[in-house]
């Protein structure tokens, strides 16, 4: 018998779940025991999925909660927003560690959920359990949940890039503006005017413009680094592409520092932090140096005239900003090295 820990995948028929699929699969502590679909119960996996075919031979499940305390240890709920809110309180009761990658669980507030998500907001007693997962933030929080709520992919990158600075007191939190860009697969597999070839495909578009429901999660999370109010302008950009996010942060400082400074600050709060990485002065990242891994690249750059730095923080909206962090969240939950199974590098070109 197998002394690997036993996951279920829920939603597994979604470009984040398969991503977890393919992540899981190459994890040595880690035994996929049921993927999980509503839609698609007792076809096989690699019916959707033909890249599958061989690896994983197993039929998809349908969602049975007593079926599951039988089959897995953790379960990663890969489900469009408003399902986790109802099925994570019943694996949290039936004994199940739960990853979540919805944004059911992220936002403090059930009224301000309501208004951004379009959604009846989850429980608050369960919505209290819930542990945000940023792992490079709130670690030792990670270490000790038994329900992890997975960050968002636009809050990932962007939080990352902007959170040493707002921690140091050294931002202007009134002067915050975020541009960020995200590849087609942010939108998920559904068929959309949007996502349609024709539409995207020698493209660009901003949509949500100040209606992003990443918002009220990335103004939340700054607020409790800095332990006050933060409101920030956020704009989000569709490309041509099919993975990676780049948020482009505009921030004025409150005193003079020099870039040498700023990299320096960056480097010791993320020292020993193996996923993100500080570009050197003048070198700054585009997506494809992180595609298809579990990196953050950082890089700056300090208009003197204006006083204003500008913040470049790339990453895989796949990995990094939902399934990869997902499993860095449950490495750390079980006491294991933060990078096990997400050691593989980008894939270039």
């Given at each position: 018998?197998?002394?690997?820990?036993?996951?279920?995948?829920?939603?597994?028929?979604?470009?984040?779940?398969?991503?977890?699929?393919?992540?899981?699969?190459?994890?040595?502590?880690?035994?996929?025991?049921?993927?999980?679909?509503?839609?698609?119960?007792?076809?096989?996996?690699?019916?959707?999925?033909?890249?599958?075919?061989?690896?994983?031979?197993?039929?998809?499940?349908?969602?049975?909660?007593?079926?599951?305390?039988?089959?897995?240890?953790?379960?990663?709920?890969?489900?469009?927003?408003?399902?986790?809110?109802?099925?994570?309180?019943?694996?949290?009761?039936?004994?199940?560690?739960?990853?979540?990658?919805?944004?059911?669980?992220?936002?403090?507030?059930?009224?301000?959920?309501?208004?951004?998500?379009?959604?009846?907001?989850?429980?608050?007693?369960?919505?209290e359990k819930a542990v945000y997962g940023l792992s490079e933030?709130?670690?030792?929080?990670?270490?000790?949940?038994?329900?992890?709520?997975?960050?968002?992919?636009?809050?990932?990158?962007?939080?990352?890039?902007?959170?040493?600075?707002?921690?140091?007191?050294?931002?202007?939190?009134?002067?915050?503006?975020?541009?960020?860009?995200?590849?087609?697969?942010?939108?998920?597999?559904?068929?959309?005017?949007?996502?349609?070839?024709?539409?995207?495909?020698?493209?660009?578009?901003?949509?949500?413009?100040?209606?992003?429901?990443?918002?009220?999660?990335?103004?939340?999370?700054?607020?409790?680094?800095?332990?006050?109010?933060?409101?920030?302008?956020?704009?989000?950009?569709?490309?041509?592409?099919?993975?990676?996010?780049?948020?482009?942060?505009?921030?004025?400082?409150?005193?003079?520092?020099?870039?040498?400074?700023?990299?320096?600050?960056?480097?010791?709060?993320?020292?020993?932090?193996?996923?993100?990485?500080?570009?050197?002065?003048?070198?700054?990242?585009?997506?494809?140096?992180?595609?298809?891994?579990?990196?953050?690249?950082?890089?700056?750059?300090?208009?003197?005239?204006?006083?204003?730095?500008?913040?470049?923080?790339?990453?895989?909206?796949?990995?990094?900003?939902?399934?990869?962090?997902?499993?860095?969240?449950?490495?750390?939950?079980?006491?294991?090295?933060?990078?096990?199974?997400?050691?593989?590098?980008?894939?270039?070109?």
């Amino acid at each position: 018998m197998s002394n690997k820990l036993r996951a279920a995948i829920i939603g597994s028929t979604g470009y984040g779940g398969v991503e977890l699929i393919r992540l899981l699969l190459a994890h040595p502590n880690v035994e996929i025991t049921s993927v999980i679909s509503s839609s698609s119960a007792g076809a096989p996996i690699a019916e959707g999925f033909p890249h599958l075919n061989q690896i994983m031979v197993d039929a998809l499940d349908g969602i049975d909660v007593e079926q599951m305390k039988q089959k897995a240890d953790v379960v990663f709920l890969a489900t469009p927003h408003g399902v986790a809110s109802t099925l994570a309180p019943q694996l949290i009761d039936a004994g199940l560690k739960v990853v979540d990658l919805s944004g059911d669980f992220r936002l403090n507030s059930g009224e301000v959920y309501e208004q951004w998500y379009k959604h009846k907001p989850a429980d608050p007693a369960y919505v209290e359990k819930a542990v945000y997962g940023l792992s490079e933030v709130f670690a030792d929080e990670v270490k000790d949940a038994e329900f992890i709520s997975n960050p968002g992919c636009f809050p990932t990158a962007t939080l990352l890039g902007l959170i040493p600075l707002v921690k140091a007191g050294w931002a202007d939190l009134s002067s915050i503006i975020i541009d960020s860009k995200s590849g087609v697969s942010g939108a998920g597999r559904g068929l959309s005017l949007t996502s349609h070839y024709s539409e995207i495909n020698e493209n660009f578009l901003a949509y949500k413009v100040n209606k992003h429901q990443h918002t009220p999660e990335i103004e939340q999370v700054l607020g409790r680094v800095a332990g006050e109010d933060v409101v920030v302008t956020f704009t989000t950009h569709l490309v041509p592409m099919t993975r990676g996010i780049l948020s482009t942060m505009y921030v004025n400082l409150k005193e003079k520092h020099t870039e040498e400074e700023i990299i320096e600050l960056y480097k010791q709060y993320y020292e020993g932090r193996r996923f993100v990485r500080i570009r050197p002065q003048g070198n700054w990242p585009a997506t494809k140096h992180v595609w298809g891994s579990n990196y953050c690249d950082i890089g700056f750059s300090l208009d003197a005239r204006t006083g204003r730095l500008t913040v470049i923080s790339v990453i895989d909206n796949m990995v990094k900003g939902a399934a990869g962090q997902a499993i860095q969240n449950l490495n750390l939950m079980m006491g294991w090295e933060e990078t096990t199974g997400l050691t593989f590098s980008p894939v270039y070109p």
